[in-house]
T-cell receptor
Framework: EAGVTQFPSHSVIEKGQTVTLRCDPI?????LYWYRRVMGKEIKFLLHFVKESKQDESGMPNNRFLAERTGGTYSTLKVQPAELEDSGVYFC????????????????FGAGSRLTVL | AQKITQTQPGMFVQEKEAVTLDCTYDTSDPSYGLFWYKQPSSGEMIFLIY??????QNATEGRYSLNFQKARKSANLVISASQLGDSAMYFCAMREASMEYGNKLVFGAGTILRVKS
């Protein structure tokens, strides 16, 4: 089974430009998540999709970030306009189930998209 | 608020020896789950092991075991018989069950493990 795929693996842009990150979850996983790790900090939750609906977007830092999941398949995360503090690694993850304490609700992560804003 | 603390920024271990990576957590919720992930240089986060707060036994997965001490709020990862391929960053994470429908994980800062030959 294919894992979670993220594209691009690395993006270098200038402050003020726009970047769009893409995530393809594991086929059949209704739950899709975005996390990010900015330099020197912990990995932080951004948001959670269930199919095409945003279940929880409490971690989105500001309105420069827009996540979409049209059709409930792949997801995009757009940063517009990008700022220096947005540099970091953006992880996407998916899971079959969500919530509760079951170990079956394990998140499978992608390799991340490294964003560098100059 | 939930918090995960990994106090070891970096660790070295000799090949074939065992190593313990520390993780302490803080939560007011009696129901929670604890995870360990491995991130090799390739970048992908690989799930290693899970422990539920009500699990009576410590979780084990092959060479990985979780030393769960609930009263001390610690969930240390033990890797037995270390291999060169174990060199990676290791993250401890927690999920509270109080969320009605979610999978929001709180991560620690990570520990870099280097296995020496």
């Amino acid at each position: 089974e294919a894992g979670v795929t993220q594209f691009p693996s690395h993006s270098v842009i200038e402050k003020g430009q726009t970047v769009t990150l893409r995530c393809d979850p594991i086929s059949g996983h209704d739950n899709l998540y975005w996390y990010r790790r900015v330099m020197g900090k912990e990995i932080k939750f951004l948001l959670h999709f269930v199919k095409e609906s945003k279940q929880d977007e409490s971690g989105m830092p500001n309105n420069r970030f827009l996540a979409e999941r049209t059709g409930g398949t792949y997801s995009t995360l757009k940063v517009q306009p990008a700022e220096l503090e947005d540099s970091g690694v953006y992880f996407c993850a998916s899971s079959l189930l969500a919530g509760g304490l079951s170990g079956a609700n394990v998140l499978t992560f992608g390799a991340g998209s490294r964003l560098t804003v100059l | 608020a939930q918090k995960i603390t990994q106090t070891q920024p970096g660790m070295f271990v000799q090949e074939k020896e065992a190593v313990t990576l520390d993780c302490t957590y803080d939560t007011s919720d009696p129901s929670y789950g604890l995870f360990w992930y491995k991130q090799p240089s390739s970048g992908e986060m690989i799930f290693l092991i899970y422990q539920g707060s009500y699990d009576q036994q410590n979780a084990t997965e092959g060479r990985y075991s979780l030393n769960f001490q609930k009263a001390r709020k610690s969930a240390n990862l033990v890797i037995s018989a270390s291999q060169l391929g174990d060199s990676a960053m290791y993250f401890c994470a927690m999920r509270e069950a109080s969320m009605e429908y979610g999978n929001k994980l709180v991560f620690g800062a990570g520990t870099i493990l280097r296995v020496k030959s």
